[in-house]
């Protein structure tokens, strides 16, 4: 059986990082693609050179034009630019808003049977701008957010209930940022709800309501602490749980930006809720019941994402 082959577009901090756990997870051959020259072919070298360390087998290629990315099975995509001081969000989405034409036109021509992974911000606006501009089915385009939204709850929580990270559980709906919603009812240690948690006298609701606040902070917190760039290790390590959820047709319940066609009530709006990623992409979206707070809350978010999507829609009219 040949190799599968990974394409990342962007070898920036986040594309380096999953060349790197990829061949180290032997996933497949991996292709890194950027428009600078040289970095992708040097982080490709640099990493082949760690296989005989390590001991995998992965051919690594660095590429600027996108025939390079032929034939890839999965392609991942962290090509933008990121938010610069003086720069409005609308600045930002017309720069990004490029970048997914151009990489979208890429996929479409070369790489037009993968399942396409979007990790690029303002993600929300961004996964459906690459879907539009890639032409490829809905359920083969989904956004990468919500597993490392729940990492960083879990991890939190973990650290909080002092159990391991394995045995904690988070469910979190809605947008990337500020506005996602983390479902406290439905996140668990080894199955025992967090309310539970907290009547039990493991918590209390103030330190949990923090914890929440916290996780919705995560990403600008890791930035405050960088100061020269954003979180890398788990955006990187929440994106490769989906890539291999799909190459080994593992059918793992994770939340992910999908297009949703009447659930929740809503329709031609890519949010995040809990699918099922398997061979066939995104193969079933999980519809839960959710109570009057989680219901308001995941319509701040929803509204967010249309007034994102309102703005991206008015810029692409002029790309
Ligand atoms: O949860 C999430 N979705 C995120 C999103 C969590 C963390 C970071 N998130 C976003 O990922 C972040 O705001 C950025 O938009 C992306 C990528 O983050 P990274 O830290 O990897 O950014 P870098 O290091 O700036 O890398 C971006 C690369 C860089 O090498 C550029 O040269 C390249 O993108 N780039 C392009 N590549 C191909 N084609 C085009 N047009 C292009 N433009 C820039």
Redesign the pocket.
């Known amino acids: 059986m040949a190799r599968k082959k990974i394409a990342l577009?962007?070898?920036?901090?986040?594309?380096?990082?999953l060349a790197h756990l990829a061949a180290m997870r032997e996933m497949g051959d991996i292709v890194l693609?950027?428009?600078?020259e040289g970095?992708p072919q040097g982080k490709a070298l640099d990493i082949a050179q760690s296989g005989p360390v390590d001991g995998f087998d992965a051919k690594l290629e660095g590429a600027n034009d996108y025939s390079a990315i032929a034939g890839a099975d999965v392609c991942i995509v962290?090509?933008?630019?990121?938010?610069r001081p003086g720069m409005s969000r609308d600045d930002l989405l017309g720069i990004?808003l490029?970048?997914m034409k151009?990489?979208g036109e890429g996929i479409k021509q070369y790489a037009p049977n993968a399942f396409v992974i979007?990790?690029?911000?303002?993600?929300d606006a961004?996964v459906w701008a690459l879907r539009e501009f890639s032409g490829l089915p809905h359920n083969m385009v989904v956004?990468?957010?919500g597993v490392?939204?729940s990492a960083r709850f879990r991890h939190f929580l973990a650290e909080e209930f002092n159990v391991s990270v394995e045995d904690v559980t988070a469910f979190v709906l809605g947008g990337?940022g500020d506005t996602m919603v983390p479902v406290i009812e439905y996140s668990t240690v080894a199955g025992i709800p967090v309310p539970d948690l907290i009547k039990m006298g493991w918590s209390t609701q103030e330190k949990i309501d923090a914890i929440v606040a916290r996780t919705r902070s995560g990403?600008g917190e890791i930035v405050g602490l960088l100061k020269t760039?954003?979180?890398?290790y788990?955006?990187a390590a929440?994106a490769i749980a989906m890539a291999e959820s799909f190459l080994k047709d593992k059918k793992r319940v994770l939340p992910a930006a999908a297009n949703l066609t009447g659930q929740y009530g809503i329709s031609d709006l890519y949010v995040g809720v809990p699918v099922v990623i398997g061979a066939g992409g995104v193969e079933k979206i999980v519809e839960i019941e959710l109570n009057d707070s989680a219901k308001q809350n995941f319509q701040v978010s929803v509204d967010a994402v249309k007034e994102l999507l309102e703005a991206c829609k008015g810029i692409e009219e002029s790309l």
């Open positions: 577009i962007g070898s920036g901090m986040i594309g380096g990082t693609f950027d428009i600078a970095t962290t090509a933008g630019v990121p938010r990004n490029k970048v151009a990489v979007c990790i690029t911000n303002p993600l961004m956004g990468m957010a490392l939204d990337h990403g760039g954003s979180a890398f788990a955006p929440s």
